[in-house]
């Protein structure tokens, strides 16, 4: 088992090292995680949509 203070001071130095990201970069990252997410919204939208199409058409034609 490891000494407390040293395992304190590990610590300590690992964190150190932890690279923030700059106010901009999390900036820019949450602008894409935004869109990202409303492009694969609207493809979804799309493929759904694609789909109650198709199946409509084909029940209207079996039915």
Excluded: H, Y
């Excluded at 990202?36 to 058409?57: E, H």
Aim: glycine residues 4%; hydrophobic residues 60%; proline residues 3%.
């Amino acid at each position: 088992m490891a000494n407390p203070l040293q395992f304190i001071q590990q610590t300590r130095s690992e964190i150190s090292k932890v690279v923030w990201p700059t106010r901009r970069e999390v900036f820019l990252t949450t602008i894409m995680v935004f869109a990202m997410a409303t492009v694969m919204a609207v493809f979804f939208f799309l493929v759904d949509w694609l789909i109650r199409v198709g199946l409509q058409a084909l029940l209207a034609f079996f039915g």
